[in-house]
C-alpha cells in the first residue's frame, strides 16, 4: 500500500510539471466538491460557492444550501447590504470603496455617522434584521412602508423594486422606453402594476432579471436562495450583467456611461440617430480634450481641465467643461452649452460648426451665424435680447447667463 500511494504521489508531481499551470489548476478546480451537498449540478453552482465565500450567505448546519428554498424580505436586504461590502481575512467588514464613492454625499454622510460602529452583524438583542433594514431605508434603497411583515416571502416585483432604487442611487436609471419595450414582451406582465412594471423594465434592460424560456416574466412567483444571489451578484458586478442586444433598424444603441459602464438608448427618429454619429466625429477634432458619454460630448480646453473635470469630488459644480454637445432623446432636444472664457469660443468654434452642418443641413448658415453673433456680445460683456429663433423646421430657445459668460442653444422640431 505504501508503494502504492508513493507510486501515485510521483504520478501527481510529474502531471503538474508538465501541465501549464492554467491547465493544472483548471484540472484541480474542477475535482473540487461544493461545499453543499445539495448544491452540486445545480444550475447556479458557481454563484452560490462565490457568495458563500464573500460571506453574503451561510448553508445550513445539516450541510445542504437549500437553493429553490424561498428568501424572504428581511434575508434578501441583509444580502443586499453585504454585496457592498469587503470581507477580510480577520473576519471583519467594510464598505467597498467604489459602492461609497457611487453614493451621493448625503448617503455617505449618512454610513459615516448614523452608522460609524456597524459591525455587519445580525442584532443580537431585538430583531436580528433591524439595522440592516434601516440601512437600506435610509439610503433609499428600500421603502419600509410597502412592507407590513419583513418575514413575508420576497416575490419578483419586490426584488425589482430594490434594485430599482438601488440603482436609482448607486448608478443610473436607464432608458425608460427600451426596458419597457423588453417588459411588454412577457405574456404576465400585465398581471403586474403600472409602477411595478416601471421597476421590471430597469431590472430587465440592466441585465440584473430575465424572463423564463416559457417567455413569461414570472410575475407573483417567489424568488429563491439560488435566484437572489445570482440577482445581486450581478447587481454589484457589472462584468456578470446579462448582455443586452439592441437593433440599429429600431434606432437602439448602447452608449458608453461613467465608470467604464453602458446604457441602451432609443432614438426617437432617424435625425438623432445620425446626429448622435456626428457627436462621435466632432470629438476628435478637439484630439484627447473630449469625452463622450451617454449623449453629452464635453469639450474641454487641455488635459488640464479635463482632469480637473473628472476628478473633481462628488456633488461639486464649480469646476465645468468650457463647452459641451448633447442630445436629449426622451424630448428630442438637441443643444450646445458654451462657457465663454479665455478664447473657447474660437477652440470649439469648428466642432460647433461641423455638428450644426449635419443637424440643419443648407440652414446650418443661419445657425451659425445665429451663433457668432449671440457669443460675441455675451463675451464682450453687451446685451443680447434675441432669446429664440426660428430656422427651417426648428426653434431655437437662447438661454443666457451673463454673469458666468454662459449660453445654452436649444433645438426643437416644430410643433
Not at 474542477?30 to 453574503?56: C, L, Y
Request: charged content about 25%.
Amino acid at each position: 500500500m505504501k508503494r502504492l500511494a508513493l507510486l501515485m504521489i510521483g504520478i501527481t508531481m510529474v502531471w503538474a510539471a508538465i501541465m501549464p499551470s492554467s491547465a493544472y489548476e483548471k484540472a484541480v478546480a474542477a475535482t473540487e466538491a461544493s461545499p453543499f451537498q445539495d448544491t452540486q449540478g445545480h444550475w447556479a453552482e458557481k454563484t452560490i460557492i462565490e457568495m458563500v465565500n464573500r460571506g453574503i450567505l451561510e448553508g445550513y448546519p445539516d450541510g445542504t444550501f437549500r437553493p429553490e428554498e424561498t428568501v424572504k424580505v428581511d434575508q434578501f436586504v441583509k444580502m443586499l447590504i453585504l454585496s457592498y461590502t469587503d470581507l477580510h481575512q480577520n473576519g471583519s467588514r467594510s464598505w467597498n470603496s467604489g459602492f461609497m464613492n457611487a453614493l451621493s454625499l448625503e448617503n455617505q454622510a449618512i454610513l459615516k455617522q448614523d452608522y460609524r460602529y456597524f459591525t455587519f452583524a445580525p442584532n443580537t438583542v431585538g430583531y436580528w434584521a433591524k439595522d440592516f433594514i434601516d440601512i437600506a431605508s435610509d439610503l433609499h434603497f428600500l421603502n419600509k412602508s410597502r412592507y407590513s411583515d419583513f418575514q413575508m416571502d420576497m416575490t419578483r416585483e419586490n426584488v425589482a423594486e430594490v434594485v430599482y432604487y438601488t440603482l436609482q442611487e448607486t448608478e443610473f436609471l436607464e432608458d425608460s422606453i427600451y426596458g419597457q419595450k423588453m417588459a411588454q414582451a412577457f405574456g404576465d406582465i400585465k398581471g403586474a402594476t403600472e409602477r411595478e412594471q416601471r421597476f421590471i423594465a430597469e431590472s430587465l434592460v440592466k441585465g440584473i432579471m430575465e424572463g423564463y424560456p416559457n417567455g413569461f416574466f414570472g410575475v407573483g412567483q417567489k424568488v429563491t436562495r439560488a435566484q437572489a444571489l445570482v440577482i445581486l451578484e450581478r447587481l454589484t458586478v457589472k462584468p456578470q450583467r446579462l448582455k443586452i442586444n439592441v437593433s440599429p433598424d429600431k434606432l437602439e444603441r448602447i452608449v458608453p456611461t461613467f465608470g467604464g459602464g453602458s446604457k441602451v438608448i432609443v432614438f426617437p427618429d432617424k435625425r438623432m440617430w445620425d446626429a448622435y454619429e456626428s457627436l462621435l466625429l466632432v470629438g476628435q477634432l478637439r484630439g484627447a480634450n473630449h469625452d463622450l458619454y451617454d449623449t453629452t460630448l464635453r469639450l474641454f480646453k487641455d488635459q488640464t481641465e479635463k482632469e480637473n473635470v473628472l476628478n473633481r469630488p462628488a456633488g461639486t459644480t464649480v469646476i465645468n467643461e468650457e463647452a459641451a454637445i448633447w442630445l436629449d432623446p426622451q424630448y428630442n432636444t438637441y443643444g450646445i452649452t458654451m462657457r465663454l472664457r479665455d478664447g473657447s469660443l474660437a477652440r470649439n468654434k469648428e466642432a460647433v460648426e461641423m455638428f450644426a452642418n449635419g443637424l440643419f443641413g443648407y440652414n446650418a448658415i443661419a445657425f451659425k451665424q445665429l451663433f457668432s453673433e449671440v457669443c460675441e456680445k455675451v463675451e464682450k460683456g453687451e446685451a443680447v435680447t434675441q432669446t429664440h429663433a426660428s430656422i427651417g423646421n426648428d426653434t431655437i430657445n437662447i438661454l443666457i447667463d451673463s454673469k458666468q459668460k454662459q449660453v445654452i442653444f436649444s433645438v426643437a422640431a416644430k410643433k
